[in-house]
C-alpha cells in the first residue's frame, strides 16, 4: 500500500518569505500526485496536480510543484507568501494502472502560518 | 453552483450507538467518496459509491457501510460507535469514478465533526 510523509508539521514564515513543503511518498508503480489546501473554516480545495509531462506542475494562487521520481518526491513551493496562505496543506497520492482511481492516500499534513 | 453539502455539521453520539451522516454531491457529479480525518491526520478513505453501489473500499470495518440513492446522494452509517470513530469525516464527489488528467479530481465538503463520548 501507498504511504505519504510530510515533513513538517507546523511552518511559521513572515510575509513575502519563500516557501517549500515537503513531501514524499512509497509506492513502486506510477501515480498521479495532488497538493490540497484547506483554509480555515473551508473545506479541502485542490491547489495543483501531477499526471505526467512535465515535471514542474503550476496550480492556483502562485504555487509550483516539481515532482522528482528519483526522489519519490512532491515538493510545492511559492517564491513569496501572504498571510492569506494561512492554511492547512495536505499531499496526496493515487496509484494509475491504466486508469487513475479516486482513492487517494493524504499525508498528514503541515499547517501553515504567515505573520504579517 | 452548489458543491458538496454534508449534514449535520456537528454531532455527539455515545459509545455502542449508530449513526448516520448525509451528503449531496456537487452539482452534476454522479460519484461519491466518503473520508475518515482524525485530528492531526490526514483524510483515509472509507468508500466510493457509484451507480448506488460500492465500488471501492478502504481499510475500514464492516461498521462502516454506505448508501447511494437515485438522486446520487449518499449516506454514510457507523454502528456500535467507538471512541476511535471520532473523527470529522468528509464527503467527495466526483463525475465518474475513473480519475484521468482531463477532469477534475475530488470537490470536497465541509464535513461533519463527530464526536464519540
Known amino acids: 500500500a501507498q504511504s505519504v510523509s510530510q515533513h513538517n508539521h507546523h511552518v511559521i514564515l513572515s510575509e513575502a518569505a519563500s516557501l517549500e513543503l515537503g513531501c514524499n511518498y512509497s509506492?513502486?508503480?506510477?501515480?498521479?500526485l495532488f497538493w490540497y489546501v484547506q483554509y480555515p473554516g473551508q473545506h479541502l480545495q485542490l491547489l495543483l496536480k501531477?499526471?505526467?509531462?512535465?515535471?514542474l506542475v503550476k496550480g492556483i494562487k502562485g504555487f509550483e510543484a516539481e515532482f522528482i521520481k528519483s526522489k519519490f518526491s512532491f515538493n510545492l513551493r511559492k517564491p513569496s507568501v501572504q498571510w492569506s496562505d494561512t492554511a492547512e496543506y495536505f499531499c496526496a497520492v493515487t496509484p494509475y494502472s491504466g486508469a487513475g482511481s479516486y482513492q487517494l492516500t493524504f499525508g498528514k499534513g503541515t499547517k501553515l502560518s504567515v505573520i504579517p | 453552483d452548489a458543491g458538496v453539502t454534508q449534514s449535520p455539521t456537528h454531532l455527539i453520539k455515545t459509545r455502542g450507538q449508530q449513526v448516520t451522516l448525509r451528503c449531496s454531491p456537487k452539482?452534476?457529479?454522479?460519484?461519491v467518496s466518503w473520508y475518515q480525518q482524525a485530528l492531526g491526520q490526514g483524510p483515509q478513505f472509507i468508500f466510493q459509491y457509484y451507480e448506488e453501489e460500492e465500488r471501492q473500499r478502504g481499510n475500514f470495518p464492516d461498521r462502516f457501510s454506505g448508501h447511494q440513492f437515485p438522486n446520487y446522494s449518499s449516506e454514510l452509517n457507523v454502528n456500535a460507535l467507538l471512541l476511535g470513530d471520532s473523527a470529522l469525516y468528509l464527503c467527495a464527489s466526483s463525475l465518474g469514478t475513473i480519475l484521468s488528467s482531463y477532469n477534475s479530481p475530488l470537490h470536497f465538503g465541509n464535513g461533519t465533526r463527530l464526536t464519540v463520548t
Open positions: 501531477y499526471f505526467s509531462g512535465d515535471p
Open positions: 452539482s452534476g457529479h454522479d460519484t
Open positions: 509506492y513502486g508503480g506510477t501515480v498521479n
